[in-house]
């Protein structure tokens, strides 16, 4: 009987052995898939890699690599900088448009499920098709030959000189055009952002809602103290994976320029220092933000 006991948990420890049992997929292989790696890449970033027939050969330089990509490269610290202001830019219009587009597909209206599907087509294929475009130029050929052919996409005096009017302080109305002016890549990045704000605020037992309107609360009261603060934590894992996807994406220039160095350049060794640069300021400001985020974060209890 005393056996039994003492292997009885707690609803807590319940919840934490599962916390364990499904992170440990990604325990285990990142111990047998990343861990030798990651080591390596830090042997290297000490070192001048060089290739040779059987294989490669190291040369020991201390943190030469390091000096090179700081004070040598002409273009790291610049892309560096502008990298990881755009993204701390971002971060603010991609989580309220998630959010926002989040909450109006978890409204009940009839025909939901195809809005939804609506939605999230032109979610995957349309900001694609506009980076594209951009990429290719395209819309400055349809400005030179096609007058008002792009208006849509050009409205920005328009929405200027609104927002002079109702008075928006100046630095708010710079931030505002800057997010229209890249709303194809907020788009594409709100993506998996808004399937978990949509998934939290499914969560969200209606019998709150019920009793906060029987006690006479608004829709605004509600959100505020009933909506927001149960799901704040998914803004926290949010603005963590916004960070981790857009420090990531493949039209990241940073990237490209660790990229160049390491198979143009031949500079294996520096490149892997621009690499671990760029790791731990990306480790630093999700630090930054757990720190100031985490402490103001609400979780239900059960």
């Given amino acids: 009987?005393?056996?039994?006991?003492?292997?009885?948990?707690?609803?807590?420890?319940?919840?934490?052995?599962?916390?364990?049992?499904?992170?440990?997929?990604?325990?285990?292989?990142?111990i047998l898939f990343f861990l030798a790696p990651m080591v390596q890449s830090i042997e290297f970033a000490f070192h001048k890699l060089t290739i040779t027939p059987a294989g490669f050969q190291l040369e020991n330089v201390g943190?030469?690599?390091?000096?090179?990509?700081?004070?040598?490269?002409?273009?790291?610290?610049q892309v560096f900088t502008?990298?990881?202001?755009?993204?701390?830019?971002d971060i603010p219009a991609v989580i309220i448009f998630s959010f926002f587009a989040a909450s109006i597909l978890n409204q009940r209206f009839r025909g939901r499920a195809l809005a939804r599907v609506i939605f999230f087509m032109p979610l995957i294929l349309t900001a694609e098709i506009i980076?594209?475009?951009?990429?290719?130029?395209?819309?400055?050929?349809?400005?030179a030959y096609?007058?008002?052919?792009?208006?849509?996409?050009?409205?920005s005096q328009a929405l200027v000189s609104f927002l002079y009017q109702i008075r928006i302080p100046l630095g708010l109305i710079d931030y505002i055009i800057l997010a229209v002016s890249q709303i194809p890549e907020i788009i594409n990045a709100s993506a998996i952002p808004i399937l978990?704000?949509?998934?939290?605020?499914?969560?969200?037992?209606s019998s709150l809602y019920e009793c906060a309107k029987i006690e006479g609360a608004t829709g605004w009261e509600s959100f505020w103290k009933i909506t927001f603060p149960l799901i704040s934590p998914l803004f926290l894992t949010?603005?963590?994976?916004?960070?981790?996807?857009?420090?990531?994406?493949?039209?990241?220039?940073?990237?490209?320029?660790?990229?160049?160095?390491?198979?143009?350049?031949n500079m294996f060794g520096a490149s892997?220092?621009?690499?671990?640069?760029?790791?731990?300021?990306?480790?630093?400001?999700i630090i930054v933000i757990f720190a100031v985020l985490a402490r103001r974060v609400v979780y239900m209890e059960e």
């Fill in 63 to 77: 943190w030469e690599n390091f000096r090179y990509a700081l004070q040598v490269d002409a273009d790291f610290l």
């Fill in 1 to 30: 009987m005393k056996n039994r006991r003492r292997l009885r948990l707690t609803l807590a420890r319940k919840h934490a052995l599962w916390g364990y049992i499904f992170t440990a997929p990604f325990t285990i292989g990142f």
């Fill in 131 to 143: 980076f594209n475009l951009e990429a290719q130029d395209i819309f400055h050929h349809m400005r």
């Fill in 196 to 205: 978990v704000f949509l998934a939290g605020l499914q969560s969200i037992p």
């Fill in 272 to 285: 892997v220092a621009m690499t671990w640069l760029y790791f731990a300021a990306i480790g630093l400001i």
């Fill in 238 to 265: 949010n603005i963590v994976y916004i960070i981790v996807d857009s420090f990531t994406t493949p039209s990241n220039q940073l990237t490209d320029l660790i990229y160049n160095t390491a198979w143009l350049r």
């Fill in 82 to 89: 502008e990298t990881i202001i755009g993204v701390l830019v």
């Fill in 146 to 155: 096609v007058p008002g052919a792009v208006g849509a996409f050009s409205g």
